[in-house]
Structures are given as C-alpha cells and as structure tokens.
C-alpha cells in the first residue's frame, strides 16, 4: 500500500513537468510562427532597425525602431527599383514618415563593414547626368553649378539621398556621406516605426545579432 500511495503521489509531479515542458514548446513556437510571419512580410532578416542618430527628425528619431521591407516586396506607383524617390512622390501623393517618397536604409559606398544610413530617396540619377538643375536648391549648399558639386556628373545611376532634418544631400561636398546609392546597396525601406523602442536594441550589446542598427547622419 505503502509503494501504491508513493506512485500516486509522483504523478501530479510528473504531469506538472510536462504542461511546463509543452508551454515552453508551445512559447518556442509561437515566436518562431511570428518570426516567419515578420518574414514573410518583409523579406528580410532581420526586419527591425534601431535608430542611433537624429538626421530623420522629426519624422524618425533617435531611439526609434523602424520595420523594414524588402525594397521590391511591394513597390509604389511610379517606383525606380522598387524605391520611389521624393520627386516622384511629391507628385503623385505617395509619401511616407511626413515627406513624399521612400525612406531606404543604404551601405554607404556599398561598403557592408560600415553602419547602414537611413534617409530619404530625394530623386533617381543616370551615369553622366548632370543633375544639378532638377536638385532642390536648398539642398545643395553654396554650390552654384554642377561643377561645384561632388558627385555631379554623377559617377553612375543611383539615388540621390538626404535627412530629413539635413540641410544638404548625402552627396554634397568634401562630408559625403555616399555616392549616388546603387540599388544594390539598398537593404530594404522604412515601414513603419515604434517610438524608443530602439533604445534597448542601443544600449544592449547583445542586440548586434539580432537586431540592425542604422545610422543618421546629421550634416
């Protein structure tokens, strides 16, 4: 009897282990279906951005975190590349984060060692094109012609890129940030943001391998 009333008194334990074993499978997959959900969606992994400096204010700030999709997942109407630029926006009403056009996020030079830049995509330019008469000219600073500015003619076909709290483009003068931006060294665009949320991402160093940080130059 003795044997009996201890096997009986085993059992609850026994099956409190497993329903805790089978949350924590369920827990385990529940954030996997959600992973792959966020991915489907965005195409990218991973698909969040935490925001580590002010050129996108106030639109995107510091300490944000941004969602991000695969520029050509699903593009605009009138989009280069999967991006549609501020001077396309502008005209057909397509906006995002306050301002006509996309926000990208971008390898400046295409360099994958240095911090990705998040800013706007102001206007699409051809190799050789001297594109200082379609620049906003309060984006250009003291120059006065295309000779005046860095990367005009522009080296090759790409996006012209600026901050939104910038006073000049990412390709004005000696500070460049880029060259014009290559598609190819797009990572994705901004969707959507969550207030502060990216300062936890900033201040962890464990967040580098699960989630991105960007930069924002101001210049």
Not at 36 to 64: K, R, Y
Not at 70 to 81: D, I, M, V
Request: hydrophobic fraction near 35%; proline fraction near 6%.
């Amino acid at each position: 009897m003795a044997a009996d009333d201890g096997e009986s008194e085993e059992r609850p334990g026994g099956q409190r282990w497993w329903r805790y074993l089978r949350d924590i499978v369920s827990s385990v997959g529940a954030v996997a279906m959600v992973g792959l959900f966020v991915f489907a969606v965005s195409g990218l992994w991973p698909p969040l951005v935490a925001i580590e400096s002010p050129s996108m204010e106030p639109n995107i700030e510091t300490g944000d975190m941004v969602f991000v999709m695969s520029a050509e997942r699903f593009p605009g109407e009138n989009a280069t590349h999967g991006i549609v630029t501020a001077a396309a926006g502008t005209e057909t009403g397509y906006d995002r984060f306050g301002r006509g056009g996309d926000v990208i996020i971008y390898e400046p030079d295409g360099d994958e060692r240095r911090t990705p830049v998040i800013h706007r995509a102001m206007l699409w330019v051809e190799g050789g094109e001297n594109w200082y008469d379609r620049a906003d000219e309060d984006a250009l600073g003291t120059a006065d012609d295309c000779a005046a500015l860095r990367y005009c003619p522009a080296p090759h076909a790409g996006f012209i890129t600026k901050g939104d709290y910038n006073g000049g483009y990412d390709q004005l003068g000696e500070r460049a940030i880029s060259e014009p931006v290559r598609p190819e060294w797009i990572v994705g665009t901004a969707e959507a943001r969550a207030s502060e949320l990216g300062w936890l991402s900033l201040r962890s160093s464990r967040a580098e391998t699960t989630q991105r940080k960007v930069d924002s130059p101001a210049v």
